[in-house]
């Protein structure tokens, strides 16, 4: 097990709907900031009676919106962390930011409070496609919000979404080149997928919305870890691309089965194989501080295979792999050895990982090889 600890702080509130999220119900005009802090601050006391005892490596503030955070209540949680952990001394605290100038003014504060990464949703570089994305900004506010980042703070990443309807490989690799082009050290690149339960999925069952061929999407996949490798930025998630030294700490953890805390509603956490779950529903989480002091609404131990099946899912997303004895007990070495064979992926008598052609199939080598 690394030694990794990260804490998740999910901000649960966002100002406006996202069209391929489940988090509309939690759309606030205004919120009681006071009265959140210290239900925060609650639940991340329960964590510390019951988490592991060591430094935390990494902090990340996630969810809805939560560069509304008042920097005042940033400041507060992360005190209340190194008081209750300490921090390592290069931690990684990273927060998620959607590209609009109001937020944007409030970066100079947030990395006063501490935050010293910032992920932002910037998605498309192209207005039509924002508005097909349902996105509030347009270019020029996103692009003036990244300005402002890389100012702010000493790590910035963005994200992008690709494969969307009508979407040419010419037009991806000009949105990609100009992406390289702003000289951030990380760079987040989705495949654009249809959710059940969402508007694109609603789009494309009326016929409005055709999804991008596979074949054409796996084309765009390679594009982009070219590219991205080129420009010194290889791949080193499924989805994920960093200069070597910048690559996500936080999701490093997640991603390699370390122990990870999670606060506030909806979060979760694996802290020393224990599984905890919080409420989701924000006002159901303070009801569950109010009575317990804590928002945890499931906390099981998991059995050894879960922890080896988990380990094994999470770990095949990254290009490292994962170390073999970790998983030995969830894998069908027969279906590996065949897998090997096709080139799809690479093994040793210390690791397994999947090769660049496997991670193009990656669901399917999960489900052959994991038992």
Known sequence: MSEALALYIH??????????????????????QDRWRDALLADLAHEATVGPKRALTSIFFGGGTPSLMPPATVAALIEAAERHWGLAPDIEITLEANPSSVEAARFAGLAAAGVNRVSLGLQALDDD????????????????????????????SFDLIYALPGQSAAAWQATLDRALGFGTGHLSLYQLTIEPGTRFAAMAARGELTPADPDFGADLYELTRAATAAAGLPAYEISNHARPGEESRHNLTYWR??????????????????????AKKPENWLTRIDRNRHGIELEELLPQADQARETLVMGLRLGEGIPRDRIEDAIDTAA?????????????SERLRVTPDGMLLLDAILAEIAI
């Open 11 to 32: 901000w649960p509130f966002c100002v406006s709907k996202c069209p391929y999220c489940d988090f509309n119900s939690h759309v606030r005009e205004s919120v009681n």
């Open 336 to 348: 590996v050895d065949r897998l090997s064979r096709l080139g799809l992926i690479e093994q040793t």
């Open 129 to 156: 496609a924002l508005r097909f994305l349902g996105r509030a900004h347009d270019v020029a506010e996103g692009l003036a919000a990244l300005d402002i980042a890389q100012l702010a703070f000493d790590r910035v």
């Open 257 to 278: 089965y370390g122990d990870y805390l999670g606060v506030g509603p909806g979060a979760h956490g694996r802290r020393e194989g224990v599984a905890t779950a919080r």
